[in-house]
């Protein structure tokens, strides 16, 4: 932990971090709600109030941003004064989308609440792909009302709203989701089992079939009470993920060896992006931003 370096504090559960080319780090914070630039020197600013629950972010081709919105799915708790997402409640719940809000006006528009019928529930990450589309994960909820948990699922969407295409069903609660450097294989982390799985990519949009037993697909699992969020790819092609309860990034490689385990002592360590050789990591339960160097080097996004 002697590497990282606080930019930002007091934020409500950080998340989806892009870093910018001016130095600052846009981020959501999911309990604020809203989308919030970071400044170099630690300063705030409120780019969009959101309606919800905002959580992964990406700039989209024309310079947009794309949201995912849970639906404000997670309640705010309080244990010993660190924040931790609390049980799903129906009387706040607002349903899960994909949105685009203008990066000049904040202003939002819904681009997807549904695919083929089914209704999005808590579309929690997504990436860009270059080619005017992302790819996005539904981590669902868990009920525990009505003592129920939602497959989740993948879905491919187009910028433009035109279209949007499942690609991956049932997954367990999948979280971050991310490409590899020539975009040729997608992963994406389940959060309750602590896995990391992947697909070949065919075309935009297209993922070859995988078996029942087919041990290629799973790329990496942990053991014991160790739980995935949300994920960046380095430059080395590492899977770098998010991990909740040991609190830090751990890092595999394209062969789904461990390389290392970096601590940041947050237990809900939850995503991180890069610029540059700069690693910029959120720390959810004590609502900072950190940086840190990254070793292996960033990967820059499509679009960023």
Known sequence: MSDLTE??????????????????????????PRITRVRPDGGHETIAEVVGGPNGLAIGPDGAWYLCNNGGCFTEVDLGGLTFPGP??????????IQRVDAATGESTDLYTECDGHPLVAPNDLVMDGHGGFYFTDHGVRDHHSRTSDLGAIYYAR???????????PTEAPNGVGLS???????WAETHTGRVYRRRVAEP??????????PWALLCGLPGLQLFD???????????????VNGGITVIDPEGRIVEHVATG???TTNICFHGDTAFITLSATGRLVSM??????LALAHG
């Open 88 to 97: 799903f409640d129906p009387e706040r719940y607002t349903g899960g989308r």
């Open 181 to 187: 450097p020539d975009g040729t294989v997608l992963y």
């Open 159 to 169: 910028t433009d709203g035109s279209s949007i295409t499942e690609v991956v069903f």
């Open 205 to 214: 949009g297209v993922l070859e079939p995988a078996g029942v037993i087919d």
């Open 266 to 268: 947050d237990p809900l």
């Open 293 to 298: 160097p990254w070793r292996h080097g960033g």
């Open 7 to 32: 930019v930002s504090s007091g934020l409500k559960f950080p998340e989806g971090p892009v870093a910018q080319a001016d130095g600052s780090v846009v981020v959501v914070e999911m309990f604020g």
């Open 230 to 244: 949300s994920l960046a790819v380095d430059g080395a092609g590492n899977v770098c993920v998010a991990t909740l």
